[in-house]
Every structure is written in C-alpha cells, then in structure tokens.
C-alpha cells in the first residue's frame, strides 16, 4: 500500500512540475519578462510549485501513516525539510554536471550549494 502510494505521489510530483513550468511560463509571459529577469522568475516559480508539491505529498503520507496532532506536525515538517534538500541537491548536481566538474571540485561546488540553498 505504501509503495502505491509513493508511486501516486512521485507521478504527482512530475505532473505538477510539467504544469508549474507551464503556469510559470504563463505568468512570465503576462509580467512580460525577458533575459535574465524570466530565467531568475522562472527559477523561483518553479522551486516554489515543487515545494508545495512536496508538502502534499507530505501531508498524505502523514495521512497514510494516521498520524494527528503535534506527530503530524513534526513528521510534515521533516518530510518537507527533507524534499527540499534532496531536491536543492540534485538541482546543485546538475548545476556541478553543466559546468563540467569532477572529483573534488564537484564535491565541494555541491556541498557548499546545497548549505547555500538552506
């Protein structure tokens, strides 16, 4: 049951970052953004769409796992902590990928963008 329920969230996860970048897209194109100005709102908008995108699929693991209260509270915020340094991670490996380092270099460009992105 769980597993179904991971896989429900991840596919929501994907559906709602295709349609985050569509809105943002939207929302840009409306503010009339261009350059570096779109990139860095685009940027935002879709870290924003991924963040409460995690928190729901937070909000029905607690669901899942019945939990209430003050345990509820406690597991959505660490599952919310824990989506947001995962996915400022992978985000810094990419960035680490596109400019092409390696070894050390890449392991401390990662380690300080993912402290910086806290």
């Known amino acids: 049951m769980q597993k179904i329920l991971i ?4 596919t929501l996860f994907v ?5 985050a970048a569509e ?3 939207a929302q840009a194109t409306a503010k009339k953004l261009a350059g570096a100005a779109k990139t860095s709102f685009m940027k935002k908008c879709e870290g924003d769409a991924k963040v409460s995108d995690a928190a729901a699929a937070c909000e029905a693991q607690a669901k899942e796992k019945k939990l209430a209260g ?3 509270t406690s597991f959505v915020k660490k599952c919310e ?3 947001k ?3 400022a991670a992978s985000a810094c490996e990419t960035q680490a990928t596109e400019k092409k380092l390696a070894g050390a270099a890449k392991t401390s460009f990662v380690k300080k963008c ?3 992105a806290k």
């Open 114 to 116: 993912a402290a910086d």
């Open 7 to 10: 896989a429900i969230a991840a």
């Open 23 to 25: 809105t943002c897209e």
């Open 70 to 72: 003050a345990a509820s």
């Open 85 to 87: 340094s995962s996915s």
């Open 15 to 19: 559906a709602g970052a295709a349609h």
């Open 81 to 83: 902590a824990d989506a």
